[in-house]
């Protein structure tokens, strides 16, 4: 099984979001909102319009947990988001499918991750990159493995930097 990497680099960020905004509104949104929340693939891809239209604090059911999650929108991707589902019914998904209008499929998630990545020069993308890169750019802005783990429902601190990628040695001691 590959091992896929958080994406350490700020402007390797905005490199693949250029690519995706070029292609696909849609496809930056799935980016950007997934690199912004830390939420698992499967709850971005159920994400419904009413969820997010006219939201700047978004509460989701956990698909895995069962747990209530709440993440903050940045004031521009709110501005993105309100553009973007401008003429979409409330009760339709937010990354659907052209195709069927239900959520696009994991696999088509790594592929257009996959593929932009490679435009970018970049290997080791999956899917768990969204979430890896939100947890290793908040781990590096605030030190706090402790609310990441808490998000991440790690068993351990140690877990939970192992997944975003930070060597145990360049930890803080408390």
Request: charged letters at 30%; glycine letters at 6%.
């Amino acid at each position: 099984m590959q091992v896929v990497q958080p994406i350490r680099d700020h402007e390797k960020i905005k490199e693949i979001q250029e690519i995706l905004i070029r292609q696909s509104h849609r496809d930056w949104l799935l980016f950007t909102i997934g690199i912004n929340s830390g939420l698992h693939l499967s709850d971005l891809l159920t994400l419904k319009v009413k969820d997010l239209r006219g939201k700047s604090d978004v509460r989701i059911k956990e698909e895995r947990t069962g747990k209530e999650k709440t993440f903050t929108l940045h004031p521009q991707l709110e501005e993105s988001i309100e553009e973007y589902l401008r003429y979409m019914d409330d009760d339709a998904y937010v990354f659907p499918s052209q195709r069927t209008g239900k959520p696009i499929k994991r696999i088509r998630v790594y592929r257009i991750l996959n593929e932009a990545a490679k435009q970018a020069g970049l290997n080791d993308i999956g899917t768990h990159t969204l979430r890896k890169t939100y947890g290793y750019h908040y781990y590096q802005k605030t030190k706090n493995v402790s609310v990441l783990r808490d998000l991440f429902n790690h068993s351990a601190p140690s877990v939970t930097l192992r997944y975003i990628g930070v060597a145990s040695e360049h930890v803080p001691l408390a």
